[in-house]
């Protein structure tokens, strides 16, 4: 199988608030609200205070983001997938994407969980394949009998 070609950075701005304005190597270009992910993530916690988004520089040649001087870095995938969630046309989609998001899922083992192929889950992920209400109800399934079983 051939493998998927990761996400890289050509840009990173910040903008006003918590946001950050993304420009990928393919052209894809986003403005990620990062409000949410400060809150449900502590190690994201000093980026809420005035000015941190400024700090803000490519990391690892496009890799990731860093902000040096608080020792914070978000890896292009991760950034990629939270502004196609945002992004998203539909919450079937949205659903989709944030599960992934959460559960740190590569493509195969979101292929394995919810028994398609890797193939599918990269066009779902991307956006260029809408993503069928059964699937995101698989999703939520997952993680429902995830949770009973811990």
Not at 4 to 27: H, I
Not at 46 to 75: H, N, T, Y
Not at 88 to 98: H, L
Request: net charge positive.
């Amino acid at each position: 199988m051939a493998s998927m070609k990761r996400p890289r950075l050509r840009g990173v701005q910040p903008r006003s608030g918590n946001s950050l304005e993304l420009t990928f190597t393919n052209g894809q270009r986003y403005t990620l609200e990062m409000s949410d992910a400060l809150k449900n993530h502590p190690g994201l916690a000093p980026l809420a205070k005035r000015k941190a988004f400024e700090g803000v520089v490519l990391g690892d040649g496009g890799w990731s983001v860093v902000w040096p001087d608080l020792d914070i870095q978000i890896g292009a995938d991760t950034l990629l997938l939270d502004a196609l969630a945002q992004a998203a046309p539909d919450e079937n989609t949205r659903i989709f994407i944030q599960w992934r998001l959460r559960h740190r899922m590569t493509l195969e083992q979101a292929a394995e969980a919810l028994g398609v192929s890797a193939r599918s889950i990269s066009r779902y992920s991307s956006g260029q394949e809408v993503v069928p209400r059964t699937l995101a109800l698989a999703c939520l399934g997952w993680e429902s009998l995830g949770q009973r079983a811990a």
